[in-house]
């Protein structure tokens, strides 16, 4: 298909209480095909994604929903601070219920960052998942991780991150906080989801930037140890933390191949 005859259509949903910013993507793609569903970053929405969905849409021949978490984009704002668990939440309570009302089935779950932690979780739970395509993920808290979101805190006190953020989110301080508060809070240090990876059946792809500031090839060798479906790795060279911005045209031809594959299975 081409990106010109894609569909857009973006809308709100009501998911365990709160408005949610919604975005599906549709197009002539020829037969039937999992869905793709786009889980952001911490700091991440709907609009942060940029073009990358449409994309991935485009090259994959897949329908895609992405959607901005609670407390992002133009979702309902945070009523209060972010739990240790804030991950475990979204992947065991509200994405299984999104899923649900938009009648999505075996979806292909793309993450990035805390959105690839959430995609790690819920396939360890539910096993109609039809692949994973993980960028730059968390299992573990990682020092890295640590001291690189306290040097993000310095930057949103001192530079014009808050207005960079502003352009994706509705209240970036409130955003930004309860993304920041949490993982600096001493008891998040304890955070590990590595046992969720044996009960992952489906196949994933993992992609991270050797030069990632948030976490290091420690995290994907995890995933390939650990888990228990077939893991396909993609490290980069000359990428941080956001893949799909560095190096899209590779990131983009990685997940093509990776959904083809999944297709053909």
Known sequence: MRTADLEKVIFTLNVCGHELEVLRIRGGGGGPAPELVFLHEGLGSVSHWKDFPVRVADAAGCPVTVYSRYGSGHSDLLSRPHGVRYMHEEALQSLPYLLSQLEIENPILVGHSDGASIAIIYAGVHDRVRG???LAPHVF???????????????????????????????AARTFWGWNDIWLDPEFRSWNIEEYLPRITCPSLVIQGREDEYGTMAQVEAIRRQSGGPVEVLALDDCRHSPQRDQPEK???AVGKFVAAVRRN
Do not use: G, P, Y
Request: without cysteine; aromatic residues 2%.
């Open 141 to 171: 808290v990682e020092d890295l991780s640590v001291a690189s979101i306290a040097q993000a805190k310095v930057k949103f006190e001192t530079t014009n991150l808050s207005e960079k953020l502003a352009r994706h989110h509705q209240d």
């Open 132 to 134: 994973l395509v993980l």
């Open 251 to 253: 990131v983009i031809e």
